[in-house]
């Protein structure tokens, strides 16, 4: 559609045609900006390039602005969201994919401490309701949350972008962060962490008639099964066995650095006083380690009755 043509259509016209029209030919820059608003309200993400003065009213009304580095004019690339210091397209690309490989991220972060957090809320809550000892002493919550919680986020924060993110639908910028279920997801995961640990508490203070037990069953729990639902985050819909589950080697790495300093606090007299746990035998470590692994046995079913989990390489859309 040349330019002539495109003057003598209303916005409506325009709107009703828009997503029809492959090409826009000698348009001025009023039109520009029609066609960007064009598309915006048939709900698309609009991304304009320009490198003129001409082209700075639609870079500014366009979702995202990129204006040329090299040989775009000051006011376009005042303009723009993004400038391409080599004036090269495709590196509007590479830009796209690291920027949606840190908004996962950031979602498998922030799913990660909250449901573990939850966790360790509902542990101490439920304590408290149903009458029972304290569970967990402020030192052991500590420990958790500067240690078992924080290396595992970190890892997460730089996990490699999954194969099939450019086959996604761009996100609506209206869209919650804890959109498709992540808040329902959150809460479920937090309180089936905090039971995992109150039933680890309960065998120790119960069948082994120890308070001290209990707690050091509990606080060893707590941590482990969170090190262990890390790597669920990893995907909201693959299995973690088809990612692989150590292919993020940063993660891999935080697992086994948290497990050992883990079992150094209950092992190591020393700190396991400062900590107020004691040691346990080899049958009460195989306890934990199974309770430990259970989360992963619960999301990747979650993933498979929500239908999460793909079976032929295809990706949900994101809206």
């Given amino acids: 559609m040349s330019g002539r043509e495109l003057e003598q259509m209303t916005d409506e016209q325009l709107e ?38 001409n082209d700075a009213p639609a870079l500014k009304a366009a979702d995202i602005g990129c204006a040329m580095g090299i040989g775009g004019t000051a006011v376009a690339r005042g303009a723009a969201d993004m400038v391409l210091a080599d004036d090269n397209f495709a590196t509007i690309v590479t830009a796209v994919k690291e920027g949606r490989g840190i908004y996962d991220n950031i979602r498998k972060a922030v799913h990660f401490l909250l449901s573990s957090n939850i966790g360790e ?4 809550f439920a304590a408290i309701l149903l009458g029972w000892n304290t569970p967990l002493l402020p030192v052991q919550l500590l420990w958790i949350n500067l240690i078992t919680d924080s290396f595992p986020a ?5 996990d490699p972008a999954d194969k ?13 962060l804890f959109a498709d279920g992540m808040t329902a997801n ?46 669920n985050m990893r ?22 650095l948290c497990c050992a300093l883990q079992a ?55 809206e």
């Fill in 164 to 176: 099939d993110i450019m086959k996604r639908s761009p996100v609506n910028r209206e869209k919650s």
């Fill in 16 to 53: 009703e045609r828009i997503e029809s029209i492959s090409v826009f030919a000698r348009v001025t820059p009023k039109d520009k900006v029609r066609i960007v608003k064009a598309f915006q309200k048939k709900g698309h993400i609009v991304a304009m390039t320009g490198d003129g003065v």
């Fill in 264 to 318: 150094a606090v209950v092992s190591v007299p020393a700190l396991a006083s400062v900590f107020g746990v004691v040691p346990m035998n080899g049958v009460q470590w195989l306890t934990a380690g199974i309770l430990s692994l259970f989360p992963m046995l619960f999301v990747e079913i979650e993933k498979l009755l929500t239908g999460k989990l793909t079976k032929s390489g295809q990706t949900r859309k994101f």
């Fill in 121 to 124: 809320i509902v542990t101490i």
């Fill in 186 to 231: 959150i809460f479920i995961e937090g309180i089936m962490i905090g039971t995992l640990s109150l039933f680890a508490f309960a065998i120790g203070y119960n069948v082994y008639g120890s308070l001290d037990l209990g707690r050091t069953l509990s606080f060893t729990v707590l941590g482990m099964s969170q090190l262990v639902h890390a790597f």
């Fill in 235 to 256: 995907s909201e819909e693959k299995s973690v066995f088809k990612i692989g589950v150590f292919s993020n080697m940063y993660l891999t790495g935080a697992f086994f």
């Fill in 154 to 158: 970190i890892a997460l924060g730089v």
